[in-house]
C-alpha cells in the first residue's frame, strides 16, 4: 500500500491537491474509455476551467457549484477547478429525476452547474 505523503499539505484542499499535480506532473493521473490525462494535463485544464468560473461566470469564493457529472474523466478536472476557484463543490448523483434535482439545486442554493450534456433534458425540465 502506497502511503500518502502529509508534508505535501498546506493551507486547505485545494493547495494540498495542486502539490500532487505538480510533484507527479508526468505520471498518469486518469484513465476513461481509453484515454489516460496525466497529472500535468489535469493541472492545466483545471486551471482554465477555475479562470472560466471566475472571469466568465463571475462565481465568487464560497459560492457553490453543482457538478452533475458520472464517473468520467471530466469530473475530476470539474472539481480540482472548482476548489481552485474557491467554490463549493454540491455533488449530484447524475441518476436523480428532475423533481429531485429541482430539490437538492434550490436547498443547496448553487448559483452555477457543471452537467453532462446527455443529462441536459432534465435539467431543462425543472
Do not use: W
Not at 497529472?39 to 479562470?51: P, R, T
Amino acid at each position: 500500500m502506497t502511503q500518502i505523503n502529509t508534508t505535501l499539505s498546506r493551507n486547505n484542499l485545494a493547495d494540498f491537491l495542486e502539490g500532487f499535480l505538480q510533484k507527479y506532473a508526468e505520471k498518469p493521473a486518469y484513465s476513461c474509455l481509453g484515454q489516460t490525462l496525466s497529472f500535468a494535463e489535469i493541472d492545466a485544464k483545471s486551471k482554465a476551467l477555475a479562470c472560466f468560473l471566475q472571469q466568465q461566470e463571475n462565481l465568487n469564493q464560497g459560492d457553490r457549484i453543482v457538478i452533475q457529472l458520472p464517473n468520467l474523466s471530466q469530473y475530476p478536472i470539474a472539481a480540482y477547478a472548482a476548489l481552485r476557484a474557491g467554490l463549493v463543490v454540491v455533488n449530484t448523483n447524475p441518476l436523480y429525476t428532475p423533481r429531485e434535482m429541482q430539490h437538492q439545486f434550490s436547498d443547496s442554493g448553487a448559483k452555477a452547474i457543471i452537467i453532462l450534456e446527455d443529462l441536459l433534458p432534465n435539467l431543462e425540465k425543472i
